[in-house]
Nanobody, 121 residues
């Protein structure tokens, strides 16, 4: 089981910035991809940004040009730099990792506990 430790959430004024981080640890595993999702009460969890092991990134249209996802594969860590934050970005942000087991026999995924990001209007 891979454990995810998230940090960086908080309250920030519109136009401000936050940097989320998520570190994965556990038994022997190999990362395949990492991503950030967000969810607000009453709505479905949605993809914010994703990065593959090879460094290919994808972003939700709503955050393109403002958010940047990056990873340190050696440390099994993924970051989300959030700039020009808007009230619409208010949500609980969840880290997700996709990985192979140590034996390479399974492709699995794990979720973080979530970290709240609040941008007041």
């Amino acid at each position: 089981q891979v454990q995810l430790v998230e940090s960086g959430g908080g309250l920030v004024q519109p136009g401000g910035s936050l940097r989320l981080s998520c570190a994965a640890s556990g038994s022997v595993f190999t990362m395949d991809g990492m991503g950030w999702y967000r969810q607000v009460p009453g709505k479905q969890r949605e993809l914010v940004a994703h990065i593959t092991r090879g460094g290919i990134t994808n972003y939700a249209d709503s955050v393109k040009g403002r958010f940047t996802i990056s990873s340190d594969n050696g440390k099994n860590t993924v970051f989300l730099q959030m700039n020009s934050l808007k009230p619409e970005d208010t949500a609980k942000y969840y880290c997700n990792v996709q990985y192979f087991s140590g034996s390479w026999s399974e492709r699995l995924d794990s979720w973080g506990q979530g970290t709240q990001v609040t941008v007041p209007s």
